[in-house]
């Protein structure tokens, strides 16, 4: 029997949860963790569409806090794919002795606090009510699934998947007419992939996307040697870099540069391959004058690799500047239309109208399939935190409190939601960082205010308003200074009707933000207020 009374509420078990399990139990805290999915992994748990792959380079997308870990792991890609993730996630939760700790295919259901006790009230799916000191939403910013309600999916005779719910066994699509209904990082990974495994594929594509080579390749012993050898350093590097990842991020500006000389940073970046080319100037995603010049060279290697230039066209992206929209990185997504079984359909030009027994509709016709895959995004950074009934002091509800966007003090807490935490929550730099940087940082930040309200007797934190009105000010006005507004993405909420249309994550960059955490800390946790157990006790008596 478990311990309904204890310390901590976990809620998941991705790279988030993991680490604090492992760092809440070496200082001693008791808790209780929740995973909805059979096993740990999170993301990597859930997204196994053929084709999934990180685009954050291997030695760099893996944790630090434990040096013989980062040691004895060896990665086989320069970019991994799905399966060694999820493997190295169930190594890590193997080596620390994490999983006995999680209890799994257990939903949380509600969080609502008690003012006089100073404690959440926790309950899941299971029918269990656990009272907790602090709730730690380790939900993941990218997690809620979206599949949109065309007329007539119900009546589908054919299978649906989406990529972010793939199935645990293999999907055997040989001799099979697919549709792929989207094209973000999903959609454009798995779209190759698809493409040869099934008889005929056709993309339905709403939005063309920008996306950049790979250039993906098995780990070289120097190049994994490299890294082990220096990770104490270039570790500390990706902490204070913006993003998160070492990228040779330039420090010129893109208009002291000649149309040649631009071209050729471009192409030496293209050919290296990742998401190098976006930091090929300073200036890159705030000129227009500059990011017009990376969109231009990107569209033409678009025209350079399709061989139909009507497609080739409808590929191009346009009407947003690149990077806006989270850039994709691909294995052979703009060759796969050269392919005779592969067709694009601009659902733009002709929308979908129904889906019917045995394919779909456009306004232009009719196309039969077995089988329809949604890689139609989520409802990013908000969606799962408002799945869970959280309640904070007086009963205030999370999703009416933030009902114009969310607001956060450092995305790490929300004001009225005393001792609930979140990891990587909206206004912290999460999304546009290497995420497991971030996670780490924020990991760390939040147990060791734990450990500061144990040593001091401390039953409560919760940002002052002030505080938190300044913060989302903050975060506001530095989106504003780049061009990621000018983009409908899911950063602004825009592919959700009726989601408020503000800029979630801070894009200050990680290093700058971590200075800021600490400087907090360091000034007292300026902006957050705390109440001594004795005063709870006091006025219960
Ligand atoms: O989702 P998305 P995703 N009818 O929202 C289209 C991370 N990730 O799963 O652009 C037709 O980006 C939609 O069209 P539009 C990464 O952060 C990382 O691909 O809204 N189409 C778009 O094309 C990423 O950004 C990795 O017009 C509809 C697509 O579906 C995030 O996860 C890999 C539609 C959704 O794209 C999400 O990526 C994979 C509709 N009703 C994911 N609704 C790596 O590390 C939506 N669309 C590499």
Known sequence: ?????????????????????????????????????????????????????????????????????????????????????????????????????????????????????????????????????????????????????????????????????????????????????????????????????????????????????????????EYARSWKDDYAQLREQQRQSHKGA??????VSGLDASETERNSAYEARWAKGGTTLLGSYKDMMVDNRVNDTAAEFVRDKIRAIVRDPGVAEKLAAKGYPIGTKRICVDSGYFETYNRDNVELVDIKATPIQRITANGLSTSAREYELDAIVFATGFDAMTGTLFNIDIQGRAGTRLKDKWEAGPRTYLGLMSEQFPNMFMITGPGSPSVLTNMIVSIEQHVDWVTDCLVHMRDRNLATICPDLAAEDDWVDHVNVVAHTTLFPQAASWYMGANIAGKPRIFMPYIGGAGAYRKICDEVVAEGYKGFDFQPIQDLVAAAE
């Open 246 to 251: 070492l990228g040779e991020a330039s420090n």
């Open 1 to 221: 029997m478990r311990n309904q009374n204890c310390d901590v509420v976990i809620v998941g078990a991705g790279f988030s949860g993991l680490y604090l399990i492992h760092r809440l139990r070496v200082l001693g805290f008791s808790l209780r963790v929740f995973e909805r999915g059979g096993d740990v992994g999170g993301t990597w748990y859930w997204n196994r569409y053929p084709g999934a792959r990180c685009d954050v380079e291997s030695m760099q997308y893996s944790y630090s806090f434990s040096e013989e870990l980062q040691q004895e792991w060896n990665w086989s890609e320069r970019f991994s794919a799905q399966p060694e993730i999820l493997d190295y996630a169930n190594h890590v939760a193997d080596r620390f002795d994490l999983r006995r700790a999680v209890e799994f295919n257990t939903t949380v259901t509600a969080a609502h606090f008690d003012e006089a006790a100073g404690r959440w009230t926790v309950t899941t799916d299971k029918g269990e009510t656990i009272s907790a000191r602090h709730c730690i939403m380790a939900t993941g910013c990218i997690s809620d699934v979206q599949t949109p309600d065309i007329e007539g999916l119900a009546a589908f005779e054919g299978a649906t998947y989406h990529t972010g719910n793939w199935p645990h066994e293999a999907v055997d699509f040989a001799g099979k007419r697919i549709a792929v209904i989207g094209t973000g990082s999903s959609g454009i990974q798995a779209i190759p992939v698809l493409a040869e495994q099934a008889e005929h594929l056709t993309v339905f594509q709403r939005t063309a996307n920008y996306s950049l080579p790979a250039r993906n390749g098995a780990m070289t012993e």
